[in-house]
């Protein structure tokens, strides 16, 4: 069965510096899509990187980064340069062949310090 | 142009009581996803439509929860009975088309509190 794990329930960074959210996941499928996203106060779930199974290189958009290791099943999320609108809620998410859910971990709290 | 929108934002029912929630998705988009968000946890997948059609609804809970989208746009979640364990986050999604990588967009949610 499907399953997302992640196990940062609260992480702290300071401004200007690197952080690295945590995901590991697990399916028995070979073709499945890595998905993470930010959740803000204000509650609207917000799109940032993509990583497919069979794509050879990490994915980046921007300051994201997903640092992917298939071997270990896990797709862990960068961001460089942290802002203050940074902090918000980060979800790990994963789709496969076997239907068209999409499945969430419980997610990761980070504050970014000034 | 317009995202995705859920009305109404916020819904305060009582146990026993019948409540309909919307979405819209955004224009010319044919899959849309209705989701679940209990506090503190991750959304919930409850079911997919690709049109008119559920494609998937493995994830409603059980037979008090239903959910159309008869002409292919705005969507409709409705809950009969409802429970106080119905306190949630219902969320929206909509994409282009299915596929394994398509990109959800998300609306801001319907804060359901069911005393």
């Known amino acids: 069965a499907q399953k997302i794990t992640q196990t940062q329930p609260g992480m702290f960074v300071q401004e200007k510096e690197a952080v690295t959210l945590d995901c590991t996941y697990d399916?028995?499928?070979?073709?499945?899509?890595l998905f993470w996203y930010k959740q803000p106060s204000s509650g609207e779930m917000i799109f940032l990187i993509y990583q497919g199974s069979y794509d050879e290189q990490n994915a980046t958009e921007g300051r994201y980064s997903l640092n992917f290791q298939k071997a270990r099943k896990s797709a862990n999320l960068v961001i460089s340069a942290s802002q203050l609108g940074d902090s918000a809620m980060y979800f790990c998410?994963?789709?496969?062949?076997?239907?068209?859910?999409?499945?969430f971990g419980a997610g990761t709290r980070l504050f970014v310090k000034a | 142009g317009a995202g995705v929108s859920q009305t109404p934002s916020n819904k305060v029912t009582e146990k026993g009581k019948y409540v309909e929630l919307r979405c819209d998705p955004i224009?010319?988009?044919?899959?849309l996803y209705w989701y679940r968000q209990s506090l503190g946890q991750g959304p919930e997948f409850l079911i997919y439509f690709q049109g008119t059609g559920a494609a998937d609804d493995s994830g409603l809970p059980n037979d008090r929860f239903f959910a159309v989208r008869p002409e292919g746009s705005v969507s409709t979640l409705k809950i009969q009975r409802t429970e106080r364990g119905d306190s949630a986050v219902y969320l929206c999604?909509?994409?282009?088309?299915?596929?394994?990588?398509?990109?959800?967009?998300f609306g801001p949610g319907t804060r359901l509190t069911v005393l």
């Open positions: 399916t028995s499928d070979q073709s499945y899509g």
């Open positions: 224009s010319g988009h044919t899959a």
């Open positions: 998410a994963m789709r496969d062949t076997g239907g068209f859910k999409t499945i």
């Open positions: 999604a909509s994409s282009l088309e299915p596929g394994l990588s398509d990109t959800q967009y």
